[in-house]
């Protein structure tokens, strides 16, 4: 699996943002059972770029957590037959891999929310890169028990892996 990760800020964490993602997104990858070697792309931004992206491209001009770009037309959430069916839009020509898509993160939004929530910053970082990835997988919060269901997959997740709520690794 290939994640590549961009760090447009000075941003430094007390702990390898490349490390959790890649931690956290293989985890996602594996409960969903995807079938193939994906990639996924990630950005640290701050506030002031995660705002400007949330404007261009979802016509929302305020900040926001995270932000993410699926490259799959899901039919199901987690079901990945669909890509088979388009393998040209959805698979590198050259590593092979399913391209799932790309994540933003603001660095300032996972310091303010870990402190909000009173939780580290590790497991804030988990928290948004496991949101995001389920969403890579087809997954939404539109509808109450869309959300429950994405929250429990979250949860479940980061319990399994030892990413506890008071910042604390089992």
């Keep these: 699996m290939t994640f590549y990760v961009e760090n447009d800020t000075e941003r430094v964490f007390a702990f390898s943002p490349e490390e959790i993602f890649r931690q956290v997104a293989q985890a996602v990858l594996e409960a ?8 996924v792309n990630l950005l640290l931004t701050d506030n002031e770029g995660i705002r400007a992206y949330n404007r261009e491209y979802r016509g ?3 900040e ?6 699926p490259n799959l037309d899901f039919e199901q959430p987690g079901v990945f037959s669909i890509a088979e069916e388009a393998e ?9 891999e399913l391209l799932l898509g790309d994540i933003m993160i603001s660095v300032e939004k996972v310091a303010e929310q870990a402190a909000e929530y009173g939780h580290s910053e590790r497991r ?18 539109m ?11 979250q949860e479940a997740l980061l319990e399994r892996l030892g990413i506890v709520r008071d910042g604390m690794t089992k």
């Design 32 to 39: 969903e059972n995807c079938p193939y070697e994906a990639g």
């Design 60 to 62: 929302i001009d305020k």
């Design 64 to 69: 926001t957590d995270v932000l993410s770009f």
């Design 88 to 96: 040209a839009d959805y698979f590198d020509p050259e590593s092979g």
């Design 124 to 141: 804030e970082f988990a928290f948004l890169t496991a949101h995001s990835m389920f969403h890579l997988c087809g997954y939404d919060h």
């Design 143 to 153: 509808t109450a028990k869309e959300a429950a269901a994405m929250e429990q997959k």
